[in-house]
């Protein structure tokens, strides 16, 4: 009987020792498996982090929130898109390198109140800042029409207008003032829905669409009034909104000043 007791013992024992190797096998191959893809896993709200793509791809910035669904990401800009960009929005005489300026996407709510993802051209020292002004605005559910890059129109500012394009870099002159560069020269500037915003200076308005948009109390979907979401998400990161000049009125345009624009 003794001896029964015995083996009944020796039996749990090993058992239990079992499960535990077991259990320390399964441990180490789940975090294996996590630190290989890191990328696909991380959810760090909000926040700029350097994220491994996997074993054979390379570092990159993003901006990633708890949400997979919704895009925040900005990259150096790809030999494809600057194919797009050399003698149309960018040219020889610009006064900005293409390798100072970052290609970005974002997510934003339509007209249609669906999501889109757009793209953008700004100066890499406002990158990751205007992920996270366009993460705020996303998550206002502010409408934008649209944004694609202003090359979809030969970098021509009256078509990009006329077809209410939200869009940042364009080397051009500044509206009104021959042979002086743009801020959207510089990669930082934007406008954002231009029909809804206009620019006004005297009986001049730009896009000519935007007379409707003239009564700015009578506030409706893309406009943008000061200490609204948009006017806010800008403001408080120190951007300039043309909606306070004196001399004219660019309801569309904020920009920012950054060293050695």
Not at 30 to 57: C, F, I, Q, W, Y
Not at 146 to 161: F, Q, R, T
Request: glycine share 6%; proline share 2%.
């Amino acid at each position: 009987m003794t001896g029964n007791r015995k083996f009944v013992n020796i039996i749990k024992i090993s058992t239990s020792i079992v499960l535990v190797i077991l259990i320390a096998l399964i441990i180490n191959i789940a975090k294996n498996h996590n630190d290989k893809n890191l990328a696909t896993e991380l959810s760090l709200s909000g926040k700029r982090v350097m994220v491994l793509g996997g074993p054979n791809e390379k570092y990159e910035d993003k901006l990633y929130n708890e949400d997979t669904s919704p895009v925040f990401k900005y990259s150096n800009i790809s030999d494809e898109i600057k194919e797009k960009m050399i003698r149309v929005s960018w040219k020889e005489d610009s006064p900005v390198k293409l390798e100072d300026l970052a290609y970005i996407n974002v997510t934003y709510w339509g007209f249609d109140n669906a999501e889109h993802v757009g793209e953008m051209i700004v100066h890499e020292k406002l990158a990751l800042e205007v992920l996270e002004i366009f993460k705020e605005l996303y998550e206002a559910r502010f409408s934008i029409e649209k944004i694609v890059l202003i090359d979809e129109y030969d970098a021509n500012d009256d078509l990009s207008m006329a077809d209410n394009n939200t869009s940042a870099f364009c080397s051009r002159e500044v509206t009104g003032k021959k042979g002086v560069f743009s801020e959207h020269s510089y990669g930082v500037a934007i406008d954002i829905n231009p029909i809804q915003n206009p620019y006004i200076k005297g009986d001049i308005v730009l896009p000519e669409e935007g007379s409707f948009y003239l009564d700015r109390n009578n506030v409706r979907k893309g406009m943008i009034t000061k200490g609204d979401v948009c006017y806010n998400a800008f403001k408080n990161r120190g951007w300039v909104w043309g909606g306070e000049w004196n001399t004219l009125k660019d309801y569309q345009h904020f920009q920012k000043k950054i060293e050695d624009n």
